[in-house]
């Protein structure tokens, strides 16, 4: 899977991803225009949710690499914002 077919596939799949929190607001995934082997990941997970981001990023990234077996070959920097207001 190149790096292209593979920000697709974790898109797709974020889109449906729970996490515990419900689906999220909104999902940007993109190649790292820094490092070829590294993605991308930014995620809103919307108003009135506690979450802690470090924690909620590390079992996002667990669940992709579970999912999609294929993105082994790239390096995942997920970033989860939450307004807990």
Known sequence: MGINDAV????TFL???DGGTG???TVQVRPSGD????????VDLGEGK???AD???????AAIRE???DTQAFQLEVR???DPA
């Open 8 to 11: 697709v596939a974790i898109e």
């Open 15 to 17: 889109l449906t991803y």
């Open 23 to 25: 689906k999220p607001v």
């Open 35 to 42: 490092d070829i082997n590294t993605i991308k990941i930014y």
């Open 50 to 52: 506690r979450v802690n």
């Open 55 to 61: 924690a909620w990023e590390r079992a996002c990234a």
């Open 67 to 69: 999912a999609l077996p």
């Open 80 to 82: 989860a914002e939450a």
